[in-house]
Nanobody
């Protein structure tokens, strides 16, 4: 069983930056692909970014790829999501998820085996 804990969310103003963290409780963290998803008020959960177990490949949702960077530090069992130029449409609960499988779409939530509880990001105007 893998436990994932997200942190770094909060209330920010439009144009600000945030860095979210996803910490995992497993000695084999380097074997997992990690994805970030978000769910805004009244919206379905949507894919944000993913990173392979070596740090590549990376994948981004088209809507965020110019503003968001995903990275990982396997020595710290942590994946980061750097978000810049935040706008109110980025308001959501952000979840990280882990998967072992190498095949299948990075953007499909059903391809992930473990999920964190989420961290709230609120962007005000």
């Amino acid at each position: 069983q893998v436990q994932l804990v997200e942190s770094g969310g909060g209330l920010v103003q439009a144009g600000d930056s945030l860095r979210l963290s996803c910490a995992a409780s497993t000695l084999t963290f380097g074997s997992y692909t990690i994805g970030w998803f978000r769910q805004g008020p009244g919206k379905e959960r949507e894919f944000v970014a993913a990173i392979g177990w070596t740090g590549s490949p990376t994948a981004y949702a088209h809507s965020v790829k110019d503003r968001i960077t995903i990275s990982r530090d396997n020595a710290k069992n942590t994946v980061y999501l750097q978000m810049n130029s935040l706008n109110p449409e980025d308001t959501a609960i952000y979840y990280c998820a882990a998967r072992v499988r190498l095949d299948g779409s990075y953007s499909s939530p059903e391809m992930y085996d473990y999920w964190g509880q989420g961290t709230q990001v609120t962007v005000s105007t």
